[in-house]
């Protein structure tokens, strides 16, 4: 079985940071990378070129394969910043009606930036997404 393309590395997290060009862009991923740190408790770690993630978890999917992931991430995107949530929002979708302008898929949510959306219920999503997908590893 293929091995997953995006594994966890050891590339610079401010380095990379530091290299998103947009300047408010980059301040809101300096304040997610902030605000994950606190909700998650763990150091941030680099996925491939561009994500940054919080912590892992071991994950078996139904095609029978097997990894790491991490529980909480983020990365700059061309047109949105990616909120990484593995956890989905099924059960959040109270929340994800009040947070604001953003968009939903399985598990990630896309802002244009955190001036569009209430902080506060993004620090509530986070929680409880990091929460969900760490549980069973404990």
Known sequence: MAELK??????DVAIYLNSIEDEGRKADCKELHTLFEKVSGQKPKMWGKDIVGFGTYHYKGKSGREGEWFPLGFSSRKA????????????TQDLIEKIGKAKTSAGCLYIKSL???DVEILKDLAKKSYLKMTASAK
């Open 6 to 11: 995006t594994q966890q590395n050891d590339a």
């Open 80 to 91: 949105n910043l990616t909120i990484y949530m593995p956890a989905g929002f099924k059960e």
């Open 115 to 117: 001036e569009v959306i």
